[in-house]
């Protein structure tokens, strides 16, 4: 292993913070919000999870702070964007899982929910 790979991987565990490790994943994932009184959705695809929180990658661009739902509606769990980089055509989402006890900025409308899909 090169030196420049030693650094990289010395630093990448440094700097991780995070309380779980993540374990690469692959599937379809629906990541809801509301806007303007409704809530529109886009389908994403994992690219790791942890008990608390995921990367997906997606075609809709997030700020860091908003909150989101992933997963399907009526059984979806909110979660806070921590970053959104642009990766090409998409976006590299980080999101961190909200605890249940936590305040949610504004909650999904209860069932049956009119979909807008971007």
Wanted: charged share 20%.
């Amino acid at each position: 292993m090169g030196i420049g790979k030693l650094v990289a991987n010395a630093c990448s565990r440094l700097f991780n913070m995070r309380g779980h490790a993540r374990q690469p994943r692959t599937g379809e994932i629906e990541i809801a919000w509301a806007e303007r009184g409704e809530l529109v959705s886009v389908s994403g695809v994992f690219r790791n999870v942890s008990d608390s929180g995921a990367g997906v990658i997606c075609a809709q661009a997030f700020k860091p702070g908003a909150t989101v739902y992933v997963g399907p509606v009526g059984n979806s769990r909110p979660a806070c964007v921590r970053h959104c980089r642009r990766a090409g055509d998409y976006f590299v989402v980080g999101l961190e899982f909200v605890r249940t006890r936590q305040a949610v900025a504004e909650p999904p409308p209860s069932e049956p929910v009119r979909l807008k899909y971007v």
